[in-house]
Nanobody, 114 residues
Framework: QVQLVESGGGLVQPGGSLRLSCAASGGIFSINDMGWYRQAPGKERELIAIITRGGNIVYATSVKGRFHISRDNAKNTVYLQMNSLKPEDTAVYYC????????WGKGTLVTVSS
């Protein structure tokens, strides 16, 4: 079965950085779009960034210039480098991948606090 496994979440101070990783496995030949979403307490889940297999990228306005998405197609892995983190970035971050249909990871918690 296809699985997405996130890693890299944790507690970080404002202005700090974290790098999230998400590896897809389970008999995968190729993945189309991959991306990151987040859901903060009391809020709806929102798109953070999407990257296509060919490398086209879309960012949410709230993270442009601070977050950077990338992928390694050979490893079926997508990354999210998060810089200049703010308290409002605190959320559960979810990995997403389109492999015929959408798949989701279980999420990893990022907490930005002093």
């Amino acid at each position: 079965q296809v699985q997405l496994v996130e890693s890299g979440g944790g507690l970080v101070q404002p202005g700090g950085s974290l790098r999230l990783s998400c590896a897809a496995s389970g008999g995968i030949f190729s993945i189309n779009d991959m991306g990151w979403y987040r859901q903060a307490p009391g809020k709806e889940r929102e798109l953070i960034a999407i990257i296509t297999r060919g490398g086209n990228i879309v960012y949410a306005t709230s993270v442009k210039g601070r977050f950077h998405i990338s992928r390694d197609n050979a490893k079926n892995t997508v990354y999210l480098q998060m810089n200049s983190l703010k308290p409002e970035d605190t959320a559960v971050y979810y990995c997403n991948a389109n492999i015929g249909r959408p798949y989701w990871g279980k999420g990893t918690l990022v907490t930005v606090s002093s």
